[in-house]
């Protein structure tokens, strides 16, 4: 059912490195939360001593930002292994052509060809 040019090799290839991804995505997170979750962790940022010096703000921004962009990393990697193993992976989802395995092998969580990505960042 699928018309991708992945062999059953390079599936597998691209699995290990979603894998890989996913887990250094997780430890990121442990790391940086202690095990908390997004919401949790957010709270307990913000009930810090409120007369704490000023210069912590950035900081807890900082740390805020990142652990969206490990969230989003994480939800991107996950959604590309259920496409994969849906055998629904690997074509571009705006045009339906084929992704090239050298692109996927790069970019494991690519979901467009390297042309409609180009046109969606450009819009
Ligand atoms: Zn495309």
Not at 51 to 74: I, K, M, Y
């Given at each position: 059912?699928?018309d991708t040019a992945?062999?059953?090799?390079?599936?597998?290839?691209?699995?290990?490195?979603?894998?890989?991804?996913?887990?250094?995505?997780?430890?990121?997170?442990?790391?940086?939360?202690?095990?908390?979750?997004?919401?949790?962790?957010?709270?307990?940022?913000?009930?810090?001593?409120?007369?704490?010096?000023?210069?912590?703000?950035?900081?807890?921004?900082?740390?805020?930002?990142?652990?969206?962009?490990?969230?989003?990393?994480?939800?991107?990697?996950?959604?590309?292994?259920?496409?994969?193993?849906?055998?629904?992976?690997g074509a571009?989802?705006?045009?339906?052509a084929t992704i090239?395995?050298?692109?996927?092998?790069?970019?494991?969580?690519?979901?467009?060809?390297?042309?409609?990505?180009?046109?969606?960042?450009?819009?």
């Open positions: 059912m699928s992945l062999t059953a090799g390079q599936r597998a290839q691209i699995e290990a490195l979603l894998l890989q991804q996913q887990d250094a995505v997780e430890r990121a997170m442990r790391a940086q939360q202690g095990g908390a979750g997004r919401v949790e962790f957010a709270s307990q940022l913000l009930s810090d001593d409120p007369d704490a010096p000023r210069e912590h703000e950035g900081e807890r921004e900082l740390q805020l930002e990142r652990a969206d962009h490990l969230a989003d990393a994480q939800r991107q990697i996950g959604d590309a292994l259920l496409r994969l193993r849906a055998d629904d992976y571009c989802s705006d045009c339906g090239p395995f050298d692109r996927l092998r790069a970019q494991p969580v690519a979901t467009r060809c390297v042309n409609c990505q180009q046109r969606a960042e450009a819009a």
